[in-house]
């Protein structure tokens, strides 16, 4: 069994169920689901080919082997706990690190390029990796250390996880310039009569802005479904399709093409992106510079909006 192999949380859940005798008093000790604390005993089962607890009355009771593991389990915890304490201040200038930040990959050209200018010119031993990452798993990412950060849209977690609003795009459309139905301003009225582009790494589902027309009880024609920004803002370039993106990514994707930049003709919310991380990491230096490296390069992008009738 080789350790480098091994999930080290499991051993936090073992801990937990062995000194709560309860899945969900466990559950509730470490902030996490029912199922997710049921999930990392089945893992350990699988790890030691013994059923560790057993069901007894309301309750689960250990069996010999987990007796025989708990003392040794609890205080290598312990003595991790204490290494962490003991842990000195993050200094970036000398300190040897790799951090993984978990995001889609439409955002890696707004955000890498400011980001590494930053983290070389004040952290030359750190390392960025920049992963794309299930939604589904982040939480127990975060939670095992496999990603440092994530940044992805708003989304339901435990306790366990801390996360802050990182960016609140507006949505803008894009257009080919002398494009016939849109001349000097884009109403909704040829924003309707327009056929579109739609942007999303699923297979199916409404935009932002589907939501918002169908509120008012109006749809749009969307010509073409792709995967990412780029596609989009060549497509829009010779075509008479529109695209509706959020603003810092179009004018990113779209510098080699120049299409005109304008205001939607009718309310949308907003792109909002959180920054999520793992609660151990609120008060640890390395994971807090991280955090602060990601915010403030996040501010030096800005936004604004583009003038309904303006060509950008």
Not at 51 to 60: V, W, Y
Not at 67 to 91: G, K, M, N, Y
Not at 145 to 160: H, N
Request: positive net charge; aromatic residues 6%; charged residues 20%.
């Amino acid at each position: 069994m080789q350790l480098s192999r091994i999930d080290l949380n499991l051993f936090v859940v073992f801990d937990a169920i062995y000194s709560e005798g309860s899945i969900t008093a466990a559950a509730r000790q470490l902030n996490l689901t029912q199922p997710a604390v049921s999930h990392a005993l089945g893992r350990l089962r699988g790890l030691f080919d013994d059923p560790l607890f057993e069901r007894r009355g309301q309750g689960m009771a250990p069996t010999p082997l987990a007796r025989s593991l708990a003392s040794e389990v609890r205080s290598a915890l312990q003595s991790f706990a204490r290494t962490l304490q003991d842990t000195p201040h993050f200094d970036p200038a000398n300190t040897v690190r790799r951090f993984t930040i978990g995001m889609r990959d439409a955002l890696e050209s707004t955000l890498l390029p400011p980001l590494m200018a930053r983290v070389t010119s004040v952290a030359p031993q750190v390392e960025i990796a920049a992963i794309r990452f299930d939604r589904r798993e982040m939480e127990s990412e975060l939670l095992a250390g496999t990603i440092d950060a994530a940044i992805d849209i708003l989304l339901p977690v435990s306790p366990a996880i801390h996360h802050a609003q990182f960016m609140a795009d507006p949505m803008i459309v894009l257009a080919r310039r002398d494009h016939p139905l849109v001349k000097k301003e884009l109403t909704l009225e040829r924003y309707l009569a327009a056929e579109h582009v739609h942007v999303s790494s699923r297979r199916r589902g409404a935009g932002l802005e589907d939501q918002a027309l169908h509120r008012m009880g109006l749809t749009r024609r969307v010509r073409l479904r792709c995967q990412h920004y780029a596609a989009a803002c060549r497509v829009v370039s010779c075509t008479d399709l529109l695209a509706t993106l959020p603003l810092r990514y179009a004018r990113i994707a779209n510098e080699p093409y120049a299409n005109r930049i304008l205001s939607l003709p009718f309310k949308v919310p907003s792109l909002e992106l959180h920054l999520y991380w793992h609660a151990g990491g609120e008060n640890d230096g390395a994971n807090r510079w991280l955090r602060e490296q990601l915010m403030a390069v996040m501010s030096s992008l800005g936004g604004g909006v583009p003038e309904a009738q303006s060509a950008v």
